[in-house]
Each structure stands twice: as structure tokens, then as C-alpha cells.
T-cell receptor, first 114, second 118 residues
Framework: DGGITQSPKYLFRKEGQNVTLSCEQNLNHDAMYWYRQDPGQGLRLIYY???????QKGDIAEGYSVSREKKESFPLTVTSAQKNPTAFYLC?????????????FGPGTRLTVL | AQKITQTQPGMFVQEKEAVTLDCTYD???????LFWYKQPSSGEMIFLIY??????QNATEGRYSLNFQKARKSANLVISASQLGDSAMYFCAMRGKSIKYNFNKFYFGSGTKLNVKP
């Protein structure tokens, strides 16, 4: 079955630690995205990548970093510079970046800072 | 500016009845896409339905239909014959050109929490 997987489902981080959230897709999609969702709110774009080896900052990229070395993978690192990282993180992908393309989401990772 | 507005933070509907979730959008683009997603308590965003700005017919997918009124810039989701499993958050989204990022960005509304009563 094609889809998007994210791991881990739950992640706990101590202050000052970097953590990496995994996102893998087997849909053969070119474009991938990371979003952050805070309780009771909509989604905010952290980073996006329209093609392998290329990615761009979104609306709230400070304190986060990404890589796109393979088409299937788009890991997100939450660095110690991110002051309030406790949130729900969603990874998504789409065939390309045109306006008609649907974005499909993974199951999400819930990050909590202890 | 590109913007999505969902004015209903929460709604109740009786099981087996129909319900309409409101969504208005603001854009100066001619080409854009409108989407609805369902987010159950598990957190995953599930794609429900899509409407393109040039589509003349309203989109339908099973029990879901999108009431697209282009002149009024509204894209309401209609769920027919509500089921208990429909209880979830529903997000309206628009995909359109972002001058800032030079790509077709998704703009999400703040969501509507639907509760289906037995």
C-alpha cells in the first residue's frame, strides 16, 4: 500500500537536545512538506521541498532544519534553538507543486519537551 | 492576500442528518484549488474532497459534496447522512500562488469541530 509514514508517533525531548522526526513516502511524489499544529489551531508550514536536494523555509522555519537527499525521505530536525517545540508535527507530500495537486498527510508525530 | 476563514468553531448534528460546514476564501488568483480535510482525534489529516477554480460542477465524493460558489468565494462542505464516525475536526484549505515563496502554498482555515449525536 502506498502512503506516508512518520516515526516515532510520540517523542519526548529534554531541553537542549536536538531530535529528528522521520518522514517517508512511497507515493513517488516530488514535493514534500512539514507542518506544525498547536492545540486548537490550524497548520503552519515549517519547510517544503519541491524536488530532491532542494528545500525552502516556510513560515516558521526558525529552530528547525531539514534534508532531502532521497525522493522518499524528508526528515525534520528540531534543534535546541526552537524555544517552544511542544506540538504535533505533520509531514505531507504531493505529486508536484501545481495548484490542483492534493496534499496527502502522514499520521503525525507528537513532540513533548520535558 | 490569500486567506481561508471558517467561522464555526464547533457544530452539533444529529446522526443521519445532513450538515454544512462553512468556508470562505480570499484570493486574487484565477487558478486555485480548494480542499477539505478531516482530522479525527488520532491526528491524521484525511483528504476528503477537491474543487478546482475552473470546475463548473460541484465536486462530490460519496457522502461529501462541496458547494462551490465562486462569486461569493465560498466552498462549503456538505456531509449527508451523518455518522458517529464523522465526529472530528474539519479543515478547509486553498492551494494558490504564494508570491513570497514562489510556489503554490496551502492555506488552511482554523477548523470546525463537528460532533455527531446518536
Amino acid at each position: 500500500d502506498g502512503g506516508i509514514t512518520q516515526s516515532p508517533k510520540y517523542l519526548f525531548r529534554k531541553e537542549g537536545q536536538n531530535v529528528t522526526l522521520s518522514c517517508e513516502q512511497n507515493l513517488n511524489h516530488d514535493a514534500m512538506y512539514w507542518y506544525r499544529q498547536d492545540p486548537g489551531q490550524g497548520l503552519r508550514l515549517i519547510y517544503y521541498s519541491q524536488i530532491v536536494n532542494d528545500f525552502q523555509k516556510g513560515d516558521i522555519a526558525e529552530g528547525y532544519s531539514v534534508s532531502r537527499e532521497k525522493k522518499e525521505s524528508f526528515p525534520l530536525t528540531v534543534t535546541s534553538a526552537q524555544k517552544n517545540p511542544t506540538a504535533f508535527y505533520l509531514c505531507a507530500s504531493s505529486i508536484s507543486g501545481i495548484y490542483t495537486d492534493t496534499q496527502y498527510f502522514g499520521p503525525g508525530t507528537r513532540l513533548t519537551v520535558l | 492576500a490569500q486567506k481561508i476563514t471558517q467561522t464555526q468553531p464547533g457544530m452539533f448534528v444529529q446522526e443521519k442528518e445532513a450538515v454544512t460546514l462553512d468556508c470562505t476564501y480570499d484570493t486574487s488568483d484565477q487558478s486555485y484549488g480548494l480542499f477539505w480535510y478531516k482530522q479525527p482525534s488520532s491526528g491524521e489529516m484525511i483528504f476528503l474532497i477537491y474543487q478546482g477554480s475552473y470546475d463548473e460542477q460541484n465536486a462530490t465524493e460519496g457522502r461529501y459534496s462541496l458547494n462551490f460558489q465562486k462569486a461569493r468565494k465560498s466552498a462549503n462542505l456538505v456531509i449527508s447522512a451523518s455518522q458517529l464516525g464523522d465526529s472530528a475536526m474539519y479543515f478547509c484549505a486553498m492551494r494558490g500562488k504564494s508570491i513570497k515563496y514562489n510556489f503554490n502554498k496551502f492555506y488552511f482555515g482554523s477548523g470546525t469541530k463537528l460532533n455527531v449525536k446518536p
